[in-house]
Structure formats: C-alpha cells, structure tokens
Nanobody, 125 residues
Framework: QVQLVESGGGLVQAGGSLRLSCAAS????????MSWFRQAPGKEREFVAG????????NYADSVKGRFTISRDNSKNTVYLQMNSLKPEDTAVYYC??????????????????WGLGTQVTVSS
C-alpha cells in the first residue's frame, strides 16, 4: 500500500517562501515521476511541477517557472517543492502525486496512480 504524505503548508505573506515535502512509503520505490498539483476553491486541479525519479528531469507550469523548484531525495523517498516569491494566486491545497509509468503527459491528473491528502498553502496580500 503506497502512501504519500505532504507537509510544510501554512500561511505566508506575499513575497514569502515555503517548502513543501512529500514522503512516500509502502513501496519499492520505482515511480516514473512524482509531481505537485494544486487546487484552489472553485477551480480544477492543476499541474504545478514534476520530477522524473530516474534522472531528476523537471517540468514546471508556466505560472510557477522561476519561482518554484522541485527536487528529490532518493535516500529519503521524498520530493520537495521550494516556493519563493509567493503570490496570493498561489493559494490552494497542494497535492503530491506519483505515477508508475509514463502515460504521455506529466500534467494530466488522471494519469497518476497515487495521491496524498494535500496541504493548504495560503498567501496573504
């Protein structure tokens, strides 16, 4: 049974920073890619950033490029999302997700096999 557990969310002022963590357990660690998605109230879940587990290749949504950085620690089975220069529009529940093999796109939520429960990020203006 795979479990993904997010942590690190909270309340921050605009321009501030937060680092989210996603710890994976219960699996011989062989994910193809792990990603962060977010969902704001009344909006669809959207792709934020992803990292290929084998070689660290990354991919970002245009809205966060240059501000967010995704990274991984293979020894800890953990993925991080460093968020800098936060904006009020970054406010959302942030979810960690993992997929076992490539299904054509990193940014489609329905292709992911495992999800965490989410962590709230609130950016005040």
């Amino acid at each position: 049974q795979v479990q993904l557990v997010e942590s690190g969310g909270g309340l921050v002022q605009a321009g501030g920073s937060l680092r989210l963590s996603c710890a994976a357990s219960g699996h011989t660690f062989s994910f193809y890619v792990m990603s962060w998605f977010r969902q704001a109230p009344g909006k669809e879940r959207e792709f934020v950033a992803g990292i290929r587990w084998s070689d660290g290749t990354t991919n970002y949504a245009d809205s966060v490029k240059g501000r967010f950085t995704i990274s991984r620690d293979n020894s800890k089975n953990t993925v991080y999302l460093q968020m800098n220069s936060l904006k009020p529009e970054d406010t959302a529940v942030y979810y960690c997700a993992a997929e076992n093999y490539y299904r054509g796109s990193w940014s489609l939520a329905h292709t992911y096999d495992y999800w965490g429960l989410g962590t709230q990020v609130t950016v005040s203006s």
